[in-house]
């Protein structure tokens, strides 16, 4: 149980151009989801909290209007990257968890790369 | 803002030898996590532990939990090539996740 999946895996796409990824709860519902980004070497590092029914909550220093956020329904959240440009090439990750739990599971990640 | 410190930062080992990570935190966990994270890949729950003091085993691995909740580290036993990854220790503050660094480990056959 408790299975979390991202979809595209890996993505190229030309700068300018927008990128959608999905997160999806294959076994449980998630209220609350969350997006990580993680560079070449580095930790995970949270860029949001996804809210069902209502608006992200985005971190310090992440742009809003460039990470669009949308959690449809209590298994879907999308990440969508606008006007993508080079230095947002990344692995983004997103993670939920079954309850009131503290534990997340995590998806397998999407390797975005921008051209 | 919490800091979660890692150590060592890199580590390559040959099979069949043990070792141990540590994770230092700049105030107290509210529950501490370790994973797994191998490339490519999202990050995998080995353990979560809450109680000061407490000691958990998964197989090989050995988690300890320090008494003042502030620190813990991962022991591995005759490690494997299999247990090449990123182990990396993270604290859920009741709500959003923190993150260390993370330590690189390569078992070498």
């Known amino acids: 149980g408790a299975v979390v999946s991202q979809h595209p895996s890996w993505v190229i796409c030309k700068s300018g151009t927008s990128v959608k990824i999905e997160c999806r709860s294959l076994d449980f519902q998630a209220t609350t989801m969350f997006w990580y980004r993680q560079f070449p070497k580095q930790s995970l590092m949270l860029m949001a909290t996804s809210n069902e029914g209502s608006k992200a909550t985005y971190e310090q220093g992440v742009e809003k209007d460039k990470f669009l956020i949308n959690h449809a329904s209590l298994t879907l959240s999308t990440l969508t990257v606008t006007s993508a440009h080079p230095e947002d090439s990344s692995f983004y990750i997103c993670?939920?968890?079954?309850?009131?739990?503290?534990?997340?599971?995590f998806g397998p990640g999407t390797r975005l790369t921008v051209t | 803002t919490q800091l979660l410190e890692q150590s060592p930062q890199f580590l390559s080992i040959q099979e069949g030898e043990n070792l141990t990570v540590y994770c230092n935190s700049s105030s107290v966990f509210s529950s501490l996590q370790w994973y797994r994270q191998e490339p490519g890949e999202g990050p995998v729950l080995l353990v979560t532990?809450?109680?000061?003091?407490e000691v958990k085993k998964l197989k090989r691995l050995t988690f300890q939990f320090g008494d003042a909740r502030k620190d813990s580290s991962l022991h591995i036993t005759a490690a494997q090539p299999g247990d090449t990854g990123l182990y990396l220790c993270?604290?859920?503050?009741?709500?959003?996740?923190?993150f260390g660094a993370g330590t690189r480990l390569f078992v070498k056959a």
């Open positions: 532990v809450v109680t000061g003091g």
């Open positions: 993670s939920a968890g079954p309850g009131l739990s503290y534990e997340q599971y």
């Open positions: 993270a604290d859920t503050g009741g709500f959003k996740t923190i």
